[in-house]
Nanobody, 130 residues
Framework: HVQLVESGGGSVQAGGSLTLSCVAS????????MGWFRQAPGREREAVAV??????????SYADSAKGRFTISQDNAKKTLYLQMNSLKPEDTAIYFC??????????????????????WGHGTQVTVS
């Protein structure tokens, strides 16, 4: 497992932007499956974006709700995963979690990703859009 610490959440007005960061400790993130999930009150945790670096190249995928507005990226040297969020909407309000799977095996597309696909989780960062 790897320890993950998110930051960058906050309160913004609709149409605004935020960039979330997730710093990993204990291992490199360069060849693993990593993702961003979110959980709104009363709702299940859902995948927002996934980056698959298992094969050495970083393929990205997004939930329909994030396509065209969010961008997932990573800086391997800094062991940091990012989520750039633009054109934020009130329905984006949620706790955002960074997740990682170090097994080197299956890495789902964001549309198919579930909590059980990832073995390491951060504690989350709150994003509120009003």
């Amino acid at each position: 497992h790897v320890q993950l610490v998110e930051s960058g959440g906050g309160s913004v007005q609709a149409g605004g932007s935020l960039t979330l960061s997730c710093v990993a400790s204990g291992d490199t993130i360069g060849r693993y499956c990593m993702g961003w999930f979110r959980q709104a009150p009363g709702r299940e945790r859902e995948a927002v974006a996934v980056i698959d670096s298992i094969g050495g190249s970083s393929g990205t995928s997004y939930a329909d709700s994030a396509k065209g507005r969010f961008t997932i990226s990573q800086d391997n040297a800094k062991k940091t995963l990012y989520l750039q969020m633009n054109s934020l909407k009130p329905e984006d309000t949620a706790i955002y979690f960074c997740a990682a799977d170090m097994s080197g095996g299956y890495c789902p597309l964001a549309a198919d990703a579930i909590v059980a696909d990832f073995s390491s989780w951060g504690h989350g960062t709150q994003v509120t859009v009003s």
